[in-house]
């Protein structure tokens, strides 16, 4: 009895030895679903609000991520100030400006 026993655990370890590859194609298949789901949205949107704090000049109108709504009247490579009322003045850093508005929207918003 007892030589099936040893018949039938050599045929497992035999068939667990076979699957080397089978077992990192799910580890693959999810980073490359957690790449194009989390990883790359992520590097676009830094990418553009490079751009966004680069472009940034006298003259307009931003919105920060503490939601003040300003336009710049001074800027340099670290802060700007933004004018948020007549002769209010604040600086806040380039960085904390979270989206470029079109011009005159300040001016629709009190009237």
Not at 31 to 60: A, C, T, W
Not at 62 to 82: A, E, H, M, P
Request: a neutral charge; aromatic letters at 8%.
């Amino acid at each position: 009895m007892s030589f099936f026993i040893s018949d039938a655990m050599a045929e497992g370890t035999a068939a667990a030895q076979g699957g080397g590859w089978e077992g990192l194609i799910p580890l693959i298949l999810l980073f490359v679903v957690f790449y194009f789901l989390l990883i790359r949205p992520q590097q676009k949107k830094v990418k553009e609000h490079k751009n966004l704090v680069e472009s940034l000049k006298k003259g307009d109108e931003v919105v920060t991520y503490g939601g003040l709504l300003g336009k710049i009247r001074d800027i340099n490579d670290s802060f700007c100030d933004l004018e948020i009322a007549d002769n209010v003045t604040v600086k806040v850093e380039r960085q904390n400006i979270s989206r470029l508005l079109p011009k005159g929207t300040m001016r629709e918003g009190s009237e």
